[in-house]
């Protein structure tokens, strides 16, 4: 990665070559982390990390939203930091979810091959991503899903251990039924508004197929 890079790009297409290791892939992934808080390539935040330093910094200007994310490196810690990552929006602490309404961003990676052939969780993580860019709401409605069904599954430990009671789980049960169902219409809502421009690109690259 880079020790310190500034780059600014104007309106239109913009192309980006050099060399191999010339760092093309970390400006990439650079745009994706302002955009979605994490890496394309990996779920792993320290590994964003410039080897030998203890902290990375992105900022990002798009019109008039200011986006930074900062990360430090486990084990570390810094007062100016405020934890092992940060996320603000013209200064303002924020959450992800902030982010795409900002700086909306698409990647398509010699990673993005395993979104046919890798498991489901890579499948449900771009729909994810997709309805996240269109309605901010959705991020907060699968983060409440998330915690409610972490929260659940160590219950359900705790009771076959017999150290909680089985209604402790009423407790989640509407938070975790809420978010849930919220999640699964807006992803059957975005499959279905992404069926016919998909069968039309299918069509186009291989109508003979697409015919059958």
């Known amino acids: 990665g880079y020790g310190t890079l500034e780059a600014t790009f104007g309106p ?8 191999n290791a010339a760092g093309k892939t970390s400006l990439i ?3 994706v982390l302002l955009a979605w808080a ?20 992105v900022e990002g200007l798009v019109d008039a939203e200011t986006l930074e994310i900062a990360l430090v490196r486990p084990g570390r810690s810094s007062p100016a930091v405020g934890g092992r990552k940060r996320i603000r929006v ?13 700086l909306r961003v ?32 959705y991020a907060s409605a699968l983060s409440t899903y998330g915690r409610a069904l ?14 909680a009671d089985r209604a402790d789980l009423r407790y989640w049960d509407r938070p975790f039924l809420d978010a849930g169902g919220e999640v699964v219409a807006a992803r059957l809502r975005l499959l279905d508004e992404l069926a016919g421009p998909l069968a039309a690109a299918h069509a186009e690259i291989a109508p003979e197929e697409a015919a059958r």
């Not at 239109?12 to 060399?19: F, H, R, S, T, Y």
């Not at 994490?38 to 910094?57: C, F, K, P, V």
């Open 90 to 102: 013209n200064g303002i602490p924020r959450r992800a979810a902030a982010l795409a309404g900002a």
């Open 106 to 137: 698409v990647v398509f990676a010699p990673e993005e091959m395993l979104l046919i052939a890798g498991p489901p969780a890579l499948r449900r993580g771009a729909l994810d991503r997709v309805a996240a860019s269109r309605n901010p709401g």
């Open 150 to 163: 972490q929260q659940r599954n160590g219950l359900l430990r705790a009771i076959r251990e017999e150290q």
């Open 38 to 57: 994490h890496s394309h390539r990996t779920t792993t935040d320290s590994e964003l990390i410039r080897w030998g330093a203890d902290l990375a910094r």
């Open 12 to 19: 239109g297409p913009q192309l980006i070559w050099g060399p």
């Open 29 to 31: 992934e650079a745009i």
